[in-house]
């Protein structure tokens, strides 16, 4: 048996509580009955213990056992009804634990045991009763709530992995959109200048005039087959939202959020120009995110934009100071999943968390692929 399988704290005091109890029962009744032991009320008594420990099978035997006992004895099975009572309230609606107890109290009248269970004692019965039921009610309701709160707290982990995964889809399409606007703009220009170039006979050997033609035909191929990428990613509903304007610059961005009002400065490190156009497209984004976020969440709060575009890597840092949130501001908390997911896809990292003083800092690390030289011409 692993540790899993062994029976909790909880179990081993039960196993007490129900033995103490029926225990108590053998000697009250005992007692009612001179001093004997081997009677019919302690064979009832440990039959009732048995079903309550056991609690195997059907769920009314304990229940029905402890009742019938109390309502034929009466006051020395009391604390195995108490427990039945209890365990009833917890599991079942309350209205099955008041009627087992209103029959154990209404068959003392007629059975009228040595002690019956009407007989004035320093605390009655029906109060011992009454606190059994409400503390069962009690604690089953304690339990249903937490069962209820553990679902909730499943359903909402489900639903946000659903979201990022969503998100996550929906940034991986609007990536290829973007590449796939860069990369025909320069297939267009290839087949262009591969045409022009085929249409001049004069002075291009033949071997030249071949090789121009079968570019010509590459480029074109290739820009029909980005044009069905596109579109099965489009049909299928993964790219809710057109691409802006591919390659934008940071400097666009930077001048809408001054004339917005935000107070924005900047440290420009190398040339953008030496960039992929998947690395400048991340940094826009990065950018344009932290911007965003710096207006919902801190308006009002001047904000720094560090940029180095390496080599060997580009690295980006835009903090913000503390401020008010804006008004009315729904965020839905996603923005960042779809940033990781573009940077990641460029073998880079992404943080985002509290910096010095307060400051809420978005830095990305995006390493330049192998075949970039130092002086950023492809190689």
Request: hydrophobic share 45%; charged share 20%.
């Amino acid at each position: 048996m692993s540790w899993k399988e062994r029976p909790s704290w909880r179990a081993y005091g039960r196993w007490g509580l129900v033995a103490v109890l029926t225990l108590a029962a053998v000697q009250n009744n005992a007692s009612t009955s001179g001093g004997a032991y081997l009677t019919p009320p302690t064979a009832a008594a440990l039959l009732c213990g048995a079903a309550l420990l056991v609690r195997r099978g059907p769920w009314y035997v304990a229940p029905a056992l402890a009742t019938t006992a109390a309502a034929v004895w009466g006051w020395p099975m009391l604390p195995l009804l108490l427990l039945a009572l209890f365990d009833l309230a917890v599991a079942r609606p309350a209205r099955i634990a008041v009627g087992c107890a209103v029959v154990a109290l209404a068959a003392n009248v007629v059975t009228k045991p040595a002690v019956s269970l009407w007989t004035p004692q320093q605390y009655g019965s029906s109060l011992f009763l009454l606190l059994a039921v409400v503390g069962g009610m009690w604690l089953g309701g304690r339990r249903r709530l937490e069962r209820a709160l553990h679902a909730q707290v499943d359903h909402l982990r489900v639903e946000r992995e659903l979201r990022e995964s969503a998100v996550r889809s929906a940034e991986r399409s609007r990536i290829a959109a973007e590449m796939h606007d860069v990369l025909a703009h320069r297939l267009s220009l290839i087949a262009l200048h591969t045409g022009v170039l085929g249409t001049r006979d004069d002075g291009l050997p033949a071997p030249v005039r071949d090789r121009l033609a079968l570019l010509r035909t590459a480029s074109t191929d290739a820009l029909a087959d980005l044009r069905d990428v596109l579109g099965a990613l489009r049909e299928t509903g993964l790219d809710p939202q057109p691409a802006p304007p591919v390659l934008r610059e940071v400097g666009e961005l930077v001048e809408q959020a001054r004339a917005a009002g935000q107070q924005v400065w900047t440290e420009v490190i190398g040339d953008a120009g030496q960039l992929p156009a998947a690395h400048r497209l991340a940094v826009y984004r990065i950018v344009q995110e932290a911007l965003s976020n710096a207006r919902k969440h801190a308006q009002g709060a001047p904000v720094r934009i560090r940029l180095d575009y390496g080599p060997p890597a580009t690295l980006v840092e835009v903090t913000n100071a503390p401020g008010a949130p804006a008004a009315g501001v729904v965020d839905s908390g996603f923005g960042l999943v779809g940033l990781n997911e573009r940077v990641k896809a460029l073998g880079g990292d992404l943080h985002a968390g509290p910096g010095g003083a307060g400051a809420w800092r978005l830095a990305a690390r995006i390493p330049h692929p192998s075949g970039t030289e130092k002086n950023g011409s492809p190689t």
